[in-house]
Nanobody, 117 residues
Framework: QVRLVESGGGSVLAGGSLRLSCVIS????????MAWYRQAPGKRRELVAA???????FYDDSVKGRFTLSRDNAKNTMYLEMNSLESEDTAVYYC???????????WGQGTQVTVSS
């Protein structure tokens, strides 16, 4: 059974930092594109940052220079280091693993990030 489990959310003041973690089932970790999405109240879920299987990374313009992806293959874990947090970053953050738009899509349960000014 494929599982994605996020952790690391919480409440911080603007300018603070958090690190999100996503543990992904071993059987798909190395063959999946992986991503972090977020959804703020009343808004659509949006892509924040992503790894492609080919090793390339993507960051939304709103987080470039502030958020950093990393991974630990030995732990089947993807991280999102979030610095200089802003109130606009407040959302539920979701981990995603997929193999393309026509393939599988797996989601974690989400972790709440709240940034207060």
């Amino acid at each position: 059974q494929v599982r994605l489990v996020e952790s690391g959310g919480g409440s911080v003041l603007a300018g603070g930092s958090l690190r999100l973690s996503c543990v992904i089932s071993e059987d798909i970790f190395t063959r999946s594109n992986m991503a972090w999405y977020r959804q703020a109240p009343g808004k659509r879920r949006e892509l924040v940052a992503a790894y492609s299987v080919d090793g390339s990374t993507f960051y939304d313009d709103s987080v470039k220079g502030r958020f950093t992806l990393s991974r630990d293959n030995a732990k089947n874990t993807m991280y999102l280091e979030m610095n200089s947090l802003e109130s606009e970053d407040t959302a539920v953050y979701y981990c995603n693993a997929n193999n393309g738009p026509r393939g599988y899509q797996y989601w974690g349960q989400g972790t709440q990030v709240t940034v207060s000014s």
